[in-house]
């Protein structure tokens, strides 16, 4: 079994920073894209942002030049530095891996979600 343990997420002013962290343990072969999708009240899931493997990173128009993707390998934990946050940014934050185990199928994991919220 596989499981993805997040932390980090609180209350913060505008202006502020967190930093969320995403453990994955259990039965792990490897682990290909890791990343972070966000969920505000009435509003559709988004991508935040990706991480392959190799390194590689992807994030949504509305974080870009504000949050940093970043990844561990030898602790299978992905990161997501968060700074200048803006109430918009408002949401429940969970965490993804694309892990293969023993057997040969990758499977999606998720995370159980950290609410993030911004406000003075």
């Known amino acids: 079994q596989v499981q993805l343990v997040e932390s980090g997420g609180g209350l913060v002013q505008p202006g502020g920073s967190l930093r969320l962290s995403c453990a994955a343990s259990?039965?792990?072969?490897?682990?290909?894209?890791m990343g972070w999708y966000r969920q505000a009240p009435g509003k559709q899931r988004e991508l935040v942002a990706r991480i392959t493997s190799g390194g590689s990173t992807n994030y949504a128009d509305s974080v870009k030049g504000r949050f940093t993707i970043s990844r561990d390998n030898a602790k299978n934990t992905v990161y997501l530095q968060m700074n200048r946050l803006k109430p918009e940014d408002t949401a429940v934050y969970s965490c993804?891996?694309?892990?293969?185990?023993?057997?040969?199928?990758?499977?999606?994991?998720w995370g159980q979600g950290t609410q993030v919220t911004v406000s003075s």
């Open positions: 993804y891996a694309d892990i293969q185990s023993t057997v040969v199928a990758t499977v999606r994991y």
């Open positions: 259990g039965s792990i072969f490897s682990i290909n894209a």
